[in-house]
């Protein structure tokens, strides 16, 4: 069943959308993607994408352009090159070294123009540093850091290394640091003292060190210090970031890595409580991240480039870090939130860096629909000349509202689907050959080859809609679920014969346009997060006074999707307004604060069949205060008329 079980409602609405946007002439004309692209890519997809992998620095080149023994690939097979060389030391080689790299901007108004000879230079000297602490090739390192330059610098000197990082996003808990680096089995943890979120310090060494009470593999913490308060430190176990890089070489010899040598691992979550974590290998996610970033972003010498994702997400792996180091661009760093010290911060940054080309989320463009207009007038942002949407489905409303607001009008929109797990943009857009339309991601990336199928697997007719496929392996796709090589099988290969399955519903329509319909498993997008479901209820069953619990997604206007909890509790405790609170405290502090429930409703009883299963079909019906479908599965039938009541009133209340 579906997140989006009405998921038939939304395609209706969405095909009466009609609008449509040609590539503006004078944008098309100097475009980096030419027309016939698709058509060349297609005769020979492998020769298409050794063209991008041609592109990169190796210090030995490859055989063959891909193995693939179904469902793992080998892409670029004997080949060897190293991440940060290709991200650093090439552009400074070719002259370019007092490039900018990244104008970073702190929350507090902090600002530093970072060069990529300055970027080598730190990463070289952090690199050093790793290795006199014993870090190594094939070593994984968890990083939990605010977005501050210490972090890209942390990532690109794992690399330089040989050593895998896990970033693990800094709104995250400690409990989820402990899952991820014991699963990683990570001897390393990167940290900072704390970060500045809206003004407020977040205390991201404290919340490692509840942490490191459960991670008996750690053997060394290393601390950024970004805000300046007195923080613990062990002896022995604890160092500060300017002690590891003190003394230290700004130049460091980078390890020969495998073109299939594992770069990164990223948790995602999946429909079990125990979060996947996503591998990344070194060649083809170099590939397939600086072939799109180039072509979909049509990156050009003079642009400002802004993806304003967080690292801690595949998003700023990808178009922070990777993609736009590997294209030599310039781009915008910013640690803090865009509601501070006002809700013109974007604007103003955009205003002042002359972006060229914005990455942001549907939920942010909701939520500065919600704020007004008037805070994005108050800035020039005629800079702007590409705008890009990530992370969910985006509404023709709030694709209209960017267009006309922040694009003024001129700026094509680049609304591009992917996941952690296929590492790269896979659905968007090409800027100047592309027509785009409201709400559509439209069409497959070059090279890449997507369908929509049925229940059955059959490819279902333009027009129609079903689950969303890749049907051949591509550069960037995940290599596999980190200690798991059976849930990687099970999860992605096993519901269609030779088929990746992505988990999202979309509709084509008769033009071969893609249209999203959010998730079609047990998995909530929450402002573009990924929440399990099941994570949040062993969150919730975790809690003592809490007997059984049921999660699931309700649409939610800025948001797209809001926790919405069902909780039965132990004894005869009926709940209270206040147990409700503490209720959602202990899922964020379980969690991470972005997982707090919005909605939670107390019920003697969850609704379940008679074999027991709880029938979450209903609760989403009931959650979206739809009528509801079928009950005759039910084994109590007024358990449901109770709960409807109660989940009105819960809804009525937070709204
Ligand atoms: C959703 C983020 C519709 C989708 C890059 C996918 C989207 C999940 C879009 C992956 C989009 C992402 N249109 N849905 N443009 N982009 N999604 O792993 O459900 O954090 O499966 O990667 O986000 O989320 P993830």
Same mark, same amino acid.
């Not at 890519?41 to 193995?67: G, H, I, N, Q, T």
């Not at 023994?69 to 097979?77: G, L, N, R």
């Given at each position: 069943m579906t997140t989006n079980d009405h998921a038939s409602d939304t395609i209706e609405a969405l095909f009466k959308e009609q609008r449509r946007f040609e590539p503006p002439a004078a944008f098309a004309a100097r475009a980096n993607a030419k027309a016939g692209i698709?058509?060349?890519?297609? @005769?020979?997809?492998?020769?298409?994408?050794?063209?991008?992998?041609? /592109?990169?620095?190796?210090?030995?080149? %490859?055989?063959?352009?891909?193995?693939?023994?179904?469902?793992?690939?080998?892409?670029?097979?004997?080949?060897?090159?190293n991440a940060?060389?290709?991200?650093?030391?090439?552009?400074?080689?070719?002259?370019?070294?007092?490039?900018?790299?990244?104008?970073?901007?702190?929350?507090?108004?902090?600002? @530093?123009? !970072?060069?990529?000879?300055?970027?080598?230079?730190?990463?070289?000297?952090?690199?050093?540093?790793?290795?006199? @602490?014993?870090?190594?090739?094939?070593?994984?390192?968890?990083?939990?850091?605010?977005?501050?330059?210490?972090?890209?610098?942390?990532?690109?000197?794992?690399?330089?290394?040989?050593?895998?990082?896990?970033?693990?996003?800094?709104g995250f808990s400690s409990d989820a640091i402990v899952?991820?680096?014991?699963?990683?089995?990570?001897?390393?943890?990167?940290?900072?003292?704390?970060?500045?979120?809206?003004? /407020?310090k977040v205390p991201l060494k404290d919340t490692v060190d509840v942490a490191l009470a459960q991670t008996p593999g750690v053997e060394r913490v290393i601390v950024a210090k970004r805000v300046?308060?007195?923080?613990?430190?062990?002896?022995?176990?604890?160092?500060?970031?300017?002690?590891?890089?003190?003394?230290?070489?700004? #130049?460091?010899?980078?390890?020969?890595?495998?073109?299939?040598?594992?770069?990164?691992?990223?948790? &995602?979550?999946?429909?079990?409580? /125990?979060?996947?974590?996503?591998?990344?290998?070194?060649?083809? %996610?170099? &590939?397939?991240?600086?072939?799109?970033?180039?072509?979909?972003?049509?990156? /050009?010498?003079?642009? !400002?480039?802004?993806?304003?994702?967080?690292?801690?997400?595949? #998003?700023?792996?990808?178009?922070?870090? %990777?993609?736009?180091?590997?294209?030599?661009?310039?781009?915008?760093?910013?640690?803090?939130?865009?509601? %501070?010290?006002?809700?013109?911060?974007?604007?103003? !940054?955009?205003?002042?860096y002359k972006v060229t080309i914005l990455y942001t989320a549907p939920t942010a463009i909701r939520t500065f629909m919600k704020w007004g207009v008037e805070y994005v007038q108050k800035h020039d942002l005629s800079s702007l000349r590409l705008l890009g949407s990530v992370g969910e489905p985006i509404n023709p409303e709030a694709w209209m509202w960017y267009h006309e607001h922040i694009g003024g009008g001129r700026c094509p929109i680049v609304d591009t689907w992917w996941q952690t797990e296929t590492g790269a943009i896979a659905i968007a857009p090409l800027p100047g050959i592309t027509t785009t339309k409201p709400g559509s991601a439209t069409k497959p990336f070059p090279g890449i080859l997507a369908d929509i199928v049925d229940e059955a697997g059959k490819s279902v007719p333009l027009g129609g809609g079903g689950y969303i496929v890749l049907r051949r392996p591509w550069p960037s796709m995940l290599r596999g679920i980190y200690g798991a090589p059976e849930r990687y099988v099970e999860t992605y290969w096993s519901k269609f014969e030779h088929m990746y399955l992505a988990g999202d519903g979309c509709n084509r329509d008769v033009e071969g346009d893609y249209w999203f319909m959010g998730r079609i498993d047990d998995v909530m997008n929450v402002s573009g997060h990924r929440i399990s479901t099941t994570e949040v209820e062993s969150?919730?069953?975790?809690?003592?006074a809490v007997a059984e619990a049921a999660v699931v997604g309700k649409t939610d206007d800025t948001t797209g999707q809001a926790i919405c909890c069902f909780v039965s509790l132990r004894g005869s405790n009926p709940g209270s307004p206040e147990l409700g609170d503490e209720l959602r405290k202990h899922v964020g502090d379980k969690l991470g604060k972005f997982t707090t429930p919005k909605y939670l409703t107390f019920t003697?009883?969850?609704?379940?069949? @008679?074999?027991?299963? !709880?029938?979450?079909?209903?609760?989403?019906?009931?959650a979206e205060g739809r009528m509801l479908g079928d009950t005759t599965t039910l084994a109590d039938s007024s358990v449901v008329a109770e709960l409807q009541e109660r989940a009105k009133a819960e809804a009525g209340k937070e709204d």
């Open positions: 698709y058509e060349e890519a297609e @005769r020979d997809y492998l020769a298409f994408w050794s063209s991008w992998a041609d /592109k990169l620095e190796w210090s030995a080149p %490859y055989r063959d352009v891909l193995e693939w023994k179904e469902p793992f690939a080998k892409w670029f097979v004997g080949g060897e090159l940060s060389v290709n991200a650093l030391d090439r552009h400074v080689k070719a002259g370019r070294g007092s490039r900018i790299a990244f104008y970073f901007e702190g929350e507090p108004g902090d600002r @530093r123009e !970072i060069t990529y000879a300055a970027l080598l230079a730190d990463v070289c000297r952090f690199a050093n540093g790793l290795r006199e @602490r014993g870090v190594k090739k094939g070593d994984r390192v968890a990083i939990y850091m605010p977005m501050i330059p210490e972090l890209p610098v942390a990532m690109l000197a794992c690399a330089r290394v040989g050593a895998a990082h896990s970033v693990i996003f800094g899952d991820r680096v014991n699963d990683a089995e990570c001897s390393t943890i990167i940290t900072a003292d704390q970060g500045w979120r809206r003004g /407020k300046g308060d007195a923080v613990e430190m062990k002896a022995g176990r604890d160092a500060w970031w300017d002690d590891v890089i003190a003394g230290q070489p700004e #130049t460091c010899e980078p390890e020969a890595m495998d073109s299939e040598d594992l770069l990164f691992l990223l948790y &995602t979550s999946g429909t079990t409580a /125990k979060p996947k974590g996503i591998m990344h290998t070194t060649a083809g %996610y170099l &590939t397939g991240v600086t072939a799109t970033h180039d072509l979909v972003f049509d990156l /050009k010498e003079d642009d !400002i480039f802004w993806c304003t994702a967080d690292i801690g997400w595949v #998003t700023g792996h990808s178009y922070i870090v %990777y993609g736009p180091l590997c294209n030599g661009a310039v781009s915008v760093l910013y640690e803090g939130t865009p509601d %501070y010290p006002d809700k013109d911060r974007l604007w103003d !940054i955009v205003e002042r969150a919730l069953v975790d809690h003592p003697q009883e969850l609704p379940k069949t @008679r074999s027991g299963k !709880i029938m979450r079909r209903l609760l989403r019906d009931i």
